[in-house]
């Protein structure tokens, strides 16, 4: 089995930053791309930013700019720097991960639990 335990969540002001972090954990042989959802209260979860294989990343509009997605794949781990925070950023914030655990099995997507980041204004 695998596990991805995402931290760094809290409450922050607006103008400020938070830096999301989420370990993946279990029968790992490889990790192919990594991204991070929000949901935010009465809405549909949405696609927060992607990370490859290979580094290539992409974001969503709203956040292109302030958000910035890396990874550390020797210690399975995937970040988001979220800087110059907005209260529309308030949202439950989940990380994902497609796992290879052998080399014989195909990818499957993995979830974390999520972590609330809250922006006051």
């Known amino acids: 089995q695998v596990q991805l335990v995402e931290s760094g969540g809290g409450l922050v002001q607006a103008g400020g930053s938070l830096r999301l972090s989420c370990a993946a954990s279990g029968s790992i042989f490889s990790i192919n791309h990594m991204d991070w959802y929000r949901q935010a209260p009465g809405k549909q979860r949405e696609l927060v930013a992607v990370?490859?294989?290979?580094?290539?990343?992409n974001y969503a509009d709203a956040v292109k700019g302030r958000f910035t997605i890396s990874r550390d794949d020797a210690k399975n781990t995937v970040y988001l720097q979220m800087n110059s925070l907005k209260p529309e950023d308030t949202a439950v914030y989940y990380c994902?991960?497609?796992?290879?655990?052998?080399?014989?099995?195909?990818?499957?997507?993995?979830w974390g639990q999520g972590t609330q980041v809250t922006v006051s204004s």
């Open positions: 994902t991960a497609d796992v290879r655990v052998s080399i014989l099995s195909s990818p499957l997507r993995y």
């Open positions: 990370i490859s294989s290979g580094g290539s990343t």
